[in-house]
């Protein structure tokens, strides 16, 4: 049993060591009351008043651009005209400006090069301190348990699905056959 529970901390480091502020997990907690790091985000992607912003981890429109800008309009093409975008950032950029910096530090796996070093040390404090590093082993060991868990059943439903098609029974006779409660 110990064996089973050192495997399983291995590959959560293991996790936890590929991880990048591209990660939901690992950016949510750098940013987290962590202000520096939060205008560091804003002032580079933003330049106007803004709905929404996406930063997605590949080029979403496949147009080759930084940032897509997306103005609101009605229905008949007429804009909107209250200055709230949608902005879309394509997380895949690399140019030699503040943005592409902020991409780069975004999608570093390791825990130094950084372009800024508030988004650095929030990324330390998360892979290397003990305290931070245990946090993400927790986040990361919930997440494989609700996988594991909707794994087995879907797993349940498709043999479910087979044995209704096979033996031409109702759902609440394949159940009954594999034993399924009925809660």
Same mark, same amino acid.
């Given at each position: 049993m110990?064996?089973?529970?050192?495997?399983?901390?291995?590959? #959560?480091?293991?996790?936890?060591?590929?991880?990048? *502020?591209?990660?939901?997990? %690992?950016?949510?907690?750098? !940013?987290?009351?962590?202000?520096?790091?939060?205008?560091?985000?804003?002032?580079?992607?933003?330049?106007?008043?803004?709905? =929404?912003? !996406?930063?997605?981890?590949n080029?979403? !429109?496949?147009?080759?651009?930084?940032?897509?800008r997306?103005?609101?309009a009605?229905?008949?093409?007429?804009? !909107? &005209?209250? +200055?709230?975008?949608?902005?879309? =950032?394509? &997380?895949?950029?690399? +140019?030699?400006?503040? %943005? &592409?910096? %902020?991409?780069?530090?975004l999608?570093?796996?390791?825990?130094?090069?950084?372009?800024?070093?508030? %988004?650095?040390?929030? =990324?330390?404090?998360?892979? =290397?301190?003990?305290? +931070?590093?245990?946090? /993400?082993? +927790?986040? #990361?060991?919930?997440?494989?348990?609700? $996988?594991?868990?909707?794994g087995?059943?879907? &797993?349940?439903?498709?043999?479910?699905?087979?044995?209704?098609? $096979? *033996?031409?029974?109702?759902?609440?006779?394949? /159940?009954?056959? *594999?034993?399924?409660?009925?809660?």
């Amino acid at each position: 049993m110990n064996d089973d529970r050192n495997e399983r901390m291995k590959e #959560v480091e293991a996790i936890i060591d590929n991880m990048c *502020l591209m990660d939901d997990d %690992l950016m949510s907690r750098v !940013f987290d009351e962590n202000i520096e790091a939060t205008q560091i985000l804003i002032k580079t992607i933003l330049q106007e008043e803004v709905d =929404v912003i !996406f930063i997605t981890e590949n080029d979403y !429109f496949k147009m080759d651009e930084s940032v897509y800008r997306i103005s609101r309009a009605f229905e008949t093409g007429k804009m !909107f &005209g209250d +200055g709230s975008h949608i902005i879309y =950032v394509n &997380g895949q950029y690399r +140019g030699n400006d503040d %943005l &592409g910096r %902020l991409m780069a530090d975004l999608n570093n796996r390791i825990t130094e090069g950084f372009n800024y070093k508030e %988004l650095e040390n929030g =990324v330390r404090h998360f892979k =290397v301190d003990e305290e +931070g590093r245990k946090t /993400m082993s +927790g986040a #990361v060991e919930k997440y494989s348990d609700k $996988n594991k868990s909707e794994g087995r059943l879907e &797993g349940r439903l498709e043999d479910i699905k087979a044995l209704m098609k $096979n *033996l031409k029974c109702s759902a609440e006779q394949a /159940m009954e056959k *594999l034993n399924v409660p009925k809660e």
